[in-house]
């Protein structure tokens, strides 16, 4: 059962790597399935687990140069709001409740990365603001006309985030790139940024409020750090839209497995 848990922290860390999102759907589910961790504190650990995780793949992305911070900041802000405020009312909010938000919110998921197709890099432009050197996108379109935009979904998905203990990457990225014209690798990166802010968030919402098995989110954070190491690294070998589709399949495998499993 161990070695199953390791292989989950692993496969969280690289999905997260890979994608920018993903990690607290796998984190969640493992620590629930595979370790026996109640479901509330599963909840409130994949946000601690995710949150650093994040970070230091967020770093990793940010010293390539695939991280706009301005947009991270903006979207980051009111993502923290909606977070903690999610995370206190999932305190309250029945546990069937809960795990069925998060199978829909998985199904909704895959959908967007089964249709949407992401926009291609735009090659020899500079994206203005941003927080890393070298940073390519289209010269006839900068983010801070939509920052508006990305507010309001920074605090729609931070809701989320906080409710039903996922990070929110996997919404992050398709809205970056749809509402901003941001390229996919620096979507990702971006994402990793904001996902850790708001996961740290919504972990304090629930710290005092449920238990925390300190010692398994530690070994779970150490694997899964590692493994996002690995998917930074994989990511460029594979086509985006591949990877995507594949993953989008996967979130379909998980949320039928809870649904059938926890609530139906």
Do not use: C
Not at 131 to 138: D, E
Not at 152 to 157: P, R
Not at 232 to 253: C, D, P, V
């Amino acid at each position: 059962m161990m070695i199953i848990a390791i292989f989950a922290g692993a496969i969280t860390g690289i999905v997260l790597g890979l994608f920018g999102s993903g990690g607290s759907i796998i984190a969640m589910p493992a620590l629930m399935y595979l370790l026996d961790v109640e479901a509330k504190s599963a909840i409130a650990m994949s946000l601690g687990i995710v949150a650093i995780t994040a970070t230091i793949s967020g770093w990793d992305n940010w010293r390539r140069g695939n991280v706009d911070l301005k947009v991270a900041a903006m979207f980051g802000l009111f993502g923290v709001i909606g977070t903690y405020g999610g995370a206190r009312l999932g305190v309250y909010t029945p546990v069937q409740v809960q795990l069925t938000l998060f199978a829909l919110v998985m199904y909704a998921a895959a959908w967007k990365m089964l249709q949407v197709k992401m926009q291609p890099v735009v090659r020899g432009a500079q994206l203005a603001g941003a927080g890393g050197p070298n940073i390519p996108v289209a010269e006839t379109e900068t983010i801070h006309a939509h920052m508006g935009h990305i507010a309001v979904h920074g605090i729609g998905v931070g809701v989320l985030t906080g409710l039903v203990g996922v990070g929110g990457g996997f919404l992050i990225v398709p809205a970056l790139v749809l509402l901003s014209g941001i390229p996919m690798k620096i979507a990702i990166g971006t994402s990793l940024v904001i996902v850790a802010a708001k996961s740290y968030s919504g972990f304090a919402g629930y710290i005092g409020a449920v238990p925390v098995d300190w010692a398994i989110m530690g070994s779970f954070t150490l694997v899964t750090v590692a493994g996002s190491f690995a998917g930074t690294r994989l990511a460029h070998r594979f086509s985006q839209e591949t990877l995507k589709r594949s993953f989008g399949a996967f979130l379909i495998f998980v949320a039928t497995y809870i649904l059938l499993k926890s609530v139906l």
